[in-house]
């Protein structure tokens, strides 16, 4: 197998996106990435998408896009995995290259999700969970996080307030990123009046709807810097799964997926939890935070809230999370998000991060999770420079 670098990203500004379509908005990520690859034309594209399908109407995503870059001809196909689809697709692309079945691929992430009603996309969205155990009981995916929250707080008797630290790291962070969606503070007082969704799960607990595009090119490392003289190394690629129903885990609190993902990366790059300088970790949810801190090996079970509230999860704290705002303040575009997540750990180890910007980052970890924890796909990238 060969080894797979990144040679060129590329985003569009998350956002609510009224007058751009979906292919519009692949297409700017797309032409950003080649740009910065210094390349015209890829072996294959992959494209990461939820809800095309439901909310736009426009499935086959992969011929479309190709099609709408003037690639034509090429092997494309959109690849599914709920709110993890952006990742699920750079396991594919990454796979395509290591294999030698392809030599330079790009990956695409892109949703559109608000040119339809908030009903509309809430039902969309539950199609992540459980249809005939979850959703036909009229649970939400916005309940099923209220209810994982609810019993985190009953078993480690934390109060709410406890994990407001992550929502003011995320929009502090997203302050300089040009490309989030929020660029306005938070403060501990503002999350604590924030309006209730489905209690615990308040306003500022939860990530917004939004539209976005990022794309990525990879090729193999051996001639990687003949095409980008800062590329960056994909170190470890990794998927796990879990029961698609919370209550059918053992463990509701545990992420199981993340915990085996992680550790396969961890094997597979060689590396502990402590070697890594940041953590892009899927804050859709404030409660996701804190059980993918605990899940990933940095917090003990029950004390992924405490990291938040000791300042461990700034920019200089002893381990950086969310460094350009995360889904909370950056935005997730469900499909879209596991490719802004590669992107901003990307630039973070090329040194273009700008007043984010980790000094001497070497090693990152992204995580990207589909519905509540079902599937859950983690990425450790390495600095090449």
């Not at 996106?17 to 890829?42: F, P, Y």
């Amino acid at each position: 197998m060969r080894k797979v670098a990144i040679i060129g990203v590329g985003q569009t500004p998350v956002s609510e996106h009224w007058d751009t379509s979906l292919r519009h908005l692949a297409l700017e990520a797309a032409l950003n990435a080649l740009q910065d690859a210094n390349i015209g034309r890829v072996d294959s594209i992959y494209v990461g998408n939820m809800l095309s399908g439901e909310i736009t109407g426009q499935s086959h995503l992969g011929a479309q896009i190709a099609d709408f870059l003037g690639m034509s001809g090429v092997e494309a196909m959109k690849i599914e995995a709920a709110c993890a689809s952006g990742s699920a697709a750079l396991r594919v692309g990454t796979l395509a290259v290591a294999s030698g079945m392809s030599d330079i691929v790009m990956v695409i992430g892109v949703e559109k999700m608000t040119d339809t009603s908030g009903q509309e996309t809430t039902a969309a969205l539950a199609m992540a969970a459980d249809g005939e155990y979850e959703v036909s009981q009229g649970v939400s995916f916005v309940a099923l996080n209220a209810l994982l929250m609810r019993r985190y707080m009953h078993e480690y008797g934390w109060e709410r307030e406890a994990f407001a630290n992550f929502v003011v790291n995320a929009h502090a962070n997203a302050m300089n990123n040009p490309n989030a969606m929020f660029h306005s503070k938070v403060t501990p007082e503002a999350y604590a009046r924030a309006t209730m969704i489905a209690t615990p799960v308040g306003l500022l607990d939860a990530s917004p709807v939004c539209d976005g595009a990022a794309a990525v090119i990879l090729a193999p490392e051996e001639y990687a810097k003949t095409l980008n003289p800062v590329p960056v190394r994909i170190r470890a690629s990794a998927v796990a799964t879990d029961a698609i129903a919370v209550h059918d885990r053992p463990d509701p609190l545990a992420l199981e997926a993340a915990r085996l993902s992680s550790h396969r990366a961890y094997e597979a790059a060689g590396i502990k939890p402590s070697d890594l300088d940041f953590f892009e970790l899927h804050d859709a949810f404030t409660i996701m935070a804190t059980l993918s801190l605990e899940a990933n090996g940095f917090a003990e079970r029950g004390k992924g809230v405490q990291m938040a509230l000791d300042g461990d999860i700034t920019l200089d704290g002893k381990l950086p999370v969310c460094t350009m705002g995360g889904l909370k303040a950056r935005g997730h575009p469900v499909g879209a998000t596991g490719l802004y997540q590669i992107v901003e750990a990307a630039l973070q180890l090329r040194g273009l991060a700008g007043k984010n910007q980790l000094p001497n980052a070497r090693l990152g970890m992204t995580q990207n999770i589909g519905g509540s924890g079902a599937t859950i796909i983690t990425h450790i990238l390495e600095s090449m420079s």
